[in-house]
C-alpha cells in the first residue's frame, strides 16, 4: 500500500507546532509495517535542511494559476534520512520561502502546492493507493481529484483527511476561484461554506474519510466547531478520533542528545534534579523549589493569555515557594507582560521564541507542566513532558482528557475544568501539596514515564482505517 502524507510541515525539516512532529513521525512507524510504503510532500522552504541534505530534481513542468504560468519543481532527499521518501515541491516566489506561514498571499501558495502536487503525480502517471491531506492547506485535494478533469489520471484515489486544528479552516473570498484549477462548475457547492470557499469543509465533504486527532476533540466538534458543526454531525459515519503518538527514538530521555542528563526510569529521580539544578543555575532560579513551566505559542487557544495573572498571583499567593520558566513568543502584548515579570520577580524566568533543545531540557527537568488550554486537539506537551517524567497540569479537554487522568482517580497528572485562572491556580496548590510528598512524587515520575504513547499503535489505526 502506497500513502502520499501532504503536508506544510514536517519536521525536521519546517516546524510551527504539532503538526510537524506528527508528519515527521507518522509515516516513519507506518513504514515499520510489512506492506506498507509512506512518503511525505510538502512545500520547499529556505531551511538549513535542505542545504544540509542531498535532493535530486524528479519533476521540472509548469501550472497556470490564474493568468500566471508558474515552474513547479518537485525535489527528492536522496538518503530517505527521516524514514521515509520526502519530496519538496519549488514554486519560485511561492514555495520557496522562509517560513510555512505569515505571508499575504498564504491562499495562493497553498492553492499552487496542491495544483503542483496533483500535477506531478498526474503528470509522472504515480496513482497512490491513499492520499493522506493533512489540515485545510491541502483539504482541496480531494475535491481536486474528482472534479478537476485536469488530475482525471487520479480520478478514485482514495483520501484521508486528518484535523489537526480545526480553528483554522482556510476560509476565502469566491474571487480565488479564478486560481484554482478548472473544475467541473456543478460541484461548486462542495467547496462552500456560508458563501465562502472553505478548504476545511471541504475535505470533510470530499475525502472518503476524516479523522480528528483524538476521540475527545472529535466529540468536541459536534458541538463547536466554529460553525461547521452541523456538517460534521452530517458527515459523522466517516469520522475517526485517532490520537497522535510521540516519536519514541527522538523522545527519549536515556538517548536524547540534547539533555545534559540522560536518565531512564531507575535513575529519573536523581538525573532530574540535576538538570533541574543547572537549568535555575542558569536562569537564576531556585532549585530547591518546585519548578512549573510552560511551552508552547502565546495563542488564546493555549491559554497563554492567562499566563500573565497565572504567574503573578502563584508567586503572590505561594509566597514565592515556587519556580515558573516560560517558553514561547507569538503576541505582543503577553511578551511585553512576562518581560516586566521576568524583571521583577526572581521566581519567574522567561525565555521567547521556539527553541528545541531548550524544550527537551525544560521537559526534562520541570517538575509540573502547565497546558491551560482552551483548546487542544491532541496535545503533545503533556505526552513529552510524562515521557520525561513531568507531571502535567491540564484543562479538561480535547485530547488532554483522553491522554491524562486525573490522580484522584488513579492517574497521573492534574486536571481542571475551567479555563480560567482561578482553576489553574487551584491546581497548581494540589501540586504543591503534591511537591512536598516526595514518595509520591517519584511514583508519578515512575508512572508518567512508563506510559506508552508511542507511534506504534496509531500507525496501525490509521493503516486499519486505510484499509478499511
Known sequence: ????????????????????????????????????????????????????????????????????MLQVQVLKEKSNVLGFELYMVKIPGLLDRDNPYGYQDENFQFIAFQHGVLHW????????????????????????????????????????????????????????ARYLPSFDQYKWGLMDWNGLINPLASMIKCANAFTTVSQGYLEELYVSFHGLESLVRDEFSKAYGIINGIDTEVWNPETDPMLDFNFNSKNAVEQKKKGKEKLCKEYGLKPELPLFAFIGRFATEKGADLLPDIVWRSIKQSYGALNIMVLGSGNSYIENKLKEYDYTYTNFALDLGYKEHLSHKIYASADFLLMPSRVEPCGLNQMYSMRYGTVPIVRYTGGLKDTVEDISTGGAGINFTYPGVDDAIHAMNRALMLYNQKNVMENLIHANMNFDFSWEKSAEKYIALYKN
Open 121 to 176: 503525480l498526474s503528470a509522472m502517471n504515480i496513482r497512490p493507493d491513499i492520499l493522506h491531506c493533512h489540515d485545510y492547506h491541502t483539504g482541496l485535494v480531494p475535491f481536486m481529484i474528482e472534479y478537476c478533469p485536469e488530475f482525471s489520471f487520479l480520478k478514485g484515489v482514495k483520501t484521508v483527511g486528518t484535523i489537526h486544528n480545526g480553528e483554522y479552516q482556510g476560509m476565502m473570498s469566491w474571487e480565488m
Open 1 to 68: 500500500m502506497v500513502i502520499y502524507h501532504l503536508s506544510t510541515e514536517c519536521y525536521p525539516v519546517a516546524k510551527v507546532g504539532g503538526l510537524a512532529d506528527v508528519v515527521g513521525a507518522l509515516p516513519k512507524y507506518q513504514n515499520k509495517i510489512k506492506g506498507i510504503d509512506a512518503k511525505v510532500v510538502m512545500p520547499w522552504y529556505n531551511k538549513s535542511f535542505v542545504y544540509d541534505h542531498e535532493f535530486d530534481i524528479v519533476f521540472d513542468g509548469f501550472i497556470h494559476q490564474g493568468g500566471n
